[in-house]
Nanobody, 121 residues
Framework: QVQLVESGGGLVQPGGSLRVSCAASGIIFSIYDMAWYRQAPGKQRELVADITSGGSTNYVDSVKGRFTISRDNAKNTVYLQMNSLKPEDTAVYYC???????????????WGQGTLVTVSS
């Protein structure tokens, strides 16, 4: 019973900043890569950023220089710091992780339920 719970979404003005968090809970042996996706109204879900267990990061071009993904392994938490937000960043942001549960010898993919980020004046 591994779950991901996002928090930190809300309304922010263009140019503002917001940090969303995602905490994994359950009986977990190890968490591999973690990622943030987003889905804007009427659009497909896209990968925004990901981070490996070793700390290597990747970003979609549209957020490079503005967003930073990080993780706190002790807290089983991944963060997405979003700066210089634009209206086009408005979306539901979903946390994703590949997790090895204690009860399994194979990793599973887990999704959070999403947190809404609205960038508007």
């Amino acid at each position: 019973q591994v779950q991901l719970v996002e928090s930190g979404g809300g309304l922010v003005q263009p140019g503002g900043s917001l940090r969303v968090s995602c905490a994994a809970s359950g009986i977990i042996f190890s968490i591999y890569d973690m990622a943030w996706y987003r889905q804007a109204p009427g659009k497909q879900r896209e990968l925004v950023a990901d981070i490996t267990s070793g700390g290597s990061t990747n970003y979609v071009d549209s957020v490079k220089g503005r967003f930073t993904i990080s993780r706190d392994n002790a807290k089983n938490t991944v963060y997405l710091q979003m700066n210089s937000l634009k209206p086009e960043d408005t979306a539901v942001y979903y946390c994703n992780a590949h997790v090895l549960p204690d009860y399994s010898d194979r990793s599973i993919e887990v999704w959070g339920q999403g947190t809404l980020v609205t960038v508007s004046s």
